[in-house]
């Protein structure tokens, strides 16, 4: 889906757990999330605790899309 | 007597399902679920049976390898076989993992079996020997039945043969060989050459695999400016599931107006869900904002960050989904994501 998307010219930023997927397919710009069933929040943390991570993950989403690159990358999520 | 190990997930290895997927490792000094299997058909016993959840091992990769090559470094076994892993991508991808890890720390012929459309055949494929599988356990014999055979003639010190005849997934190792007519190499170049010039087929000995990869899209120069759309393979609907999108093996997706929404309500509010079967929904039922951001994106847009959240977020399910599906819907987002104006897209995978 992220390539046919791509394709159409669209800047892309995927955001996955299993990156080593997301890479195989031919992502091009990632960023990793924290697990499969819950990408951006842990439920055994507290609310502030899933947003502070969710507001700050989807922000490097953000630098990724106004970022120029020439291979496939995965960004950089340490706080 | 040789001596097998046997790696399975929390479901076949008979702990549980989703709910149970964080299954910490464990070994087990006995046959579990499908290691009986392996145990009738080889000829060797199995020792030993390694478990798993598919979420740990998917999310805190490094510690699961860690564990359970700790596990081993106390078991003598001569032969190391995962799953299989049927059409379960994070299922594959663990077998992968692990059966990528036993190889290099302890030198044994690792086998595993998934579905030509499971990521792990094209990450693992030149680490470990993968056997084609079927799509569910339904074929758990068959799959089995393959892998073991395979494993007997290497235990019985069999000469095996390559790849295509042997008829596991291209590994793309080469190995020195000797044609049984003898033909030189300078001879079948120059027949090769001749068969391109004359514009014949021929088929090359060494052939490119292809990495199929996309014209990286330029960066966004003002996010400010810029109408960004949330798409996801997440599954996460309205309550309804209005275009009644599969649970799994989707060929349906769908698109939902979050126009004045600061987030996505949840489930108990009756608004929206997740329709994945592939992983335990209780953290997205909660909460959809974990795998669609729309309370994020909407502090980025009051922020100004970004110009404006596209009205609608895309949504499907990627589980069991072939990868020709995923391209045709990806296809017709993409097609809606033009008429629309917009001009980035961030999608989430679970």
Not at chain 1, 2 to 26: D, H
Not at chain 2, 36 to 49: G, R, S
Not at chain 2, 55 to 65: C, H, L, Q
Request: hydrophobic share 40%.
């Amino acid at each position: 889906m992220v390539k046919e998307i791509e394709k159409a010219g669209f800047t892309v930023v995927q955001m996955a757990n299993l990156i080593p997927v997301a890479k195989t397919v031919g992502a091009n710009r990632m960023v990793p999330t924290i697990s499969i069933p819950y990408p951006l929040g842990d439920p055994s943390t507290s609310k502030e605790e899933q947003w502070e991570l969710r507001y700050q993950r989807v922000g490097v989403a953000l630098d990724a899309l106004t970022t120029d690159i020439d291979e496939q990358k995965v960004f950089d999520v340490e706080m | 007597m040789k001596k097998a190990v046997v790696y399975l997930n929390q479901f076949f290895g008979q702990i549980g399902g989703e709910d149970v997927a964080d299954h910490a490792p464990e070994i087990r000094e006995e046959k579990v679920g499908a290691a009986m299997l392996y145990n009738q058909l080889l000829d060797a016993e199995v020792t030993h049976t390694v478990i798993c959840g598919d979420n740990f091992m998917g999310s805190r990769t490094e510690e699961a390898v860690e564990t359970i090559l700790g596990f081993l470094k106390d078991v003598d076994f001569d032969i190391f076989f995962a799953g299989p892993a049927f059409q379960a991508g994070r299922y594959g991808m663990a077998c992968g993992e692990i059966g990528k890890a036993v190889k290099e720390e302890f030198d044994v012929p690792v086998i595993s079996s998934m579905n030509i459309e499971n990521p792990g055949v094209e990450v693992f494929k030149k680490d470990i020997y993968i056997f084609p599988g079927g799509h569910s356990a339904a074929k758990m014999r068959d799959d089995v039945k393959k892998v073991t055979d395979f494993g007997n003639k290497i235990l019985n010190g069999e000469k095996l043969l390559p790849a295509e005849k042997e008829g596991y997934y291209q590994r793309g190792i080469r190995h020195q060989y000797f044609l049984e007519d003898e033909t030189p190499a300078y001879e079948r170049a120059i027949d090769m050459l001749l068969k391109k010039i004359n514009g014949e087929e021929f088929e090359s000995e060494l052939p490119i695999p292809e990495l199929d990869l996309v014209e990286i899209a330029p960066a966004i120069e003002d996010l400010s400016e810029t109408t960004i759309a949330l798409v996801t393979s997440g599954g996460i609907v309205p309550v309804e599931n209005p275009d009644k999108i599969q649970s799994a093996s989707a060929t349906r997706w769908g698109k939902y107006d979050i126009s004045g929404m600061d987030k996505l309500e949840n489930r108990d509010s009756d608004k929206f869900k997740t329709i994945h079967a592939g992983y335990d929904p209780a953290a997205a039922d909660a909460d959809p904002n974990v795998v669609v951001p729309v309370d994020a994106m909407r502090k980025y847009e009051e922020e100004g960050r970004i110009g404006k959240l596209h009205d609608y977020f895309y949504s499907t399910v990627g589980t069991g989904t072939t990868q020709k599906e995923a391209a045709r819907m990806g296809k017709e987002i993409a097609q809606e994501l033009q008429d629309a104006n917009v001009q980035a897209v961030i999608l989430t995978s679970t």
